[in-house]
């Protein structure tokens, strides 16, 4: 069936550099992607969506590239931050209301 | 003030137990979804259900049920308990197609 995936399971960084997080995507009528960040014991939690009609989109010190050719995507996160270290999940909606998660990417940030 | 908030937050029970987790949201959004979230850290959609219409992931048992008695609250009932039913499961909720919101997570631990 259609996966998501991510290329690296895990992703070390120093405190206060810029991290980027790759997700890969197969399913080609996905049209909404998501980023979920996920703490130690909580639930996910939404970081920034973008729709296929877009290639970029930016918030508070996060950026998605969406790039479609290749059906990639990417979260960029701005100087990072020791509260920065979770799992983040991408996630595509080829059908209205059947979020697909990927295996998400364990982030860790050294001081 | 919890958006969506489900109980209890840790459920251990003996195998071939009934039991059931209960899910409210207070956004006023008109679709709720159940997501199981194993030991891997893989979210995987079990059921999404608005007024109008429930989806249901074919792989998940028929043990597995969720019961709807009004917009605000999707409940999660599992017949018969099984050791690989252990896992974490999440609640969410949206408006529609827009962005997902989860609850903080049930831990299910089947013994």
């Known amino acids: 069936g259609e996966s998501v995936g991510l290329h690296l399971p895990t992703l070390s960084v120093q405190e206060g550099d810029n991290s980027i997080i790759n997700c890969a995507y197969s399913?080609?009528?996905?049209?909404?992607f998501i980023w979920y960040k996920q703490e130690s014991g909580k639930g996910p939690q939404f970081i920034i969506d973008?729709?296929?009609?877009?290639d970029k989109r930016q918030g508070q010190r996060v950026t998605v590239l969406l790039n479609k050719t290749v059906k990639h995507l990417s979260l960029q996160i701005a100087a990072t931050q020791p509260g920065d270290s979770a799992v983040y999940f991408c996630?595509?909606?080829?059908?209205?209301?059947?979020?697909?998660f990927g295996s998400g990417t364990q982030l860790t940030v050294l001081p | 003030d919890t958006a969506v908030s489900q109980t209890p937050k840790y459920l251990v029970t003996q195998m071939g137990n009934d039991k059931s987790i209960k899910c409210e949201q207070n956004l006023g959004h008109d679709t709720m979804y159940w997501y199981k979230q194993d030991s891997k850290k893989f979210l995987k959609i079990m059921f999404s259900?608005?007024?109008?219409?429930?989806?249901i992931n074919e792989t998940v048992p028929n043990r597995f049920s969720p019961k709807s008695p009004d917009k605000a609250h999707l409940n999660l009932h599992i017949n018969s308990l099984e050791l690989g039913d252990s896992a974490v499961y999440f609640c969410a909720s949206s408006q529609s197609t827009g962005v997902i919101l989860f609850g903080s997570g049930t831990r299910l631990t089947v013994v």
């Open positions: 259900y608005n007024n109008k219409e429930l989806i």
């Open positions: 996630a595509e909606t080829p059908i209205p209301r059947q979020l697909t």
């Open positions: 399913n080609s009528a996905s049209d909404y």
């Open positions: 973008i729709r296929s009609n877009m």
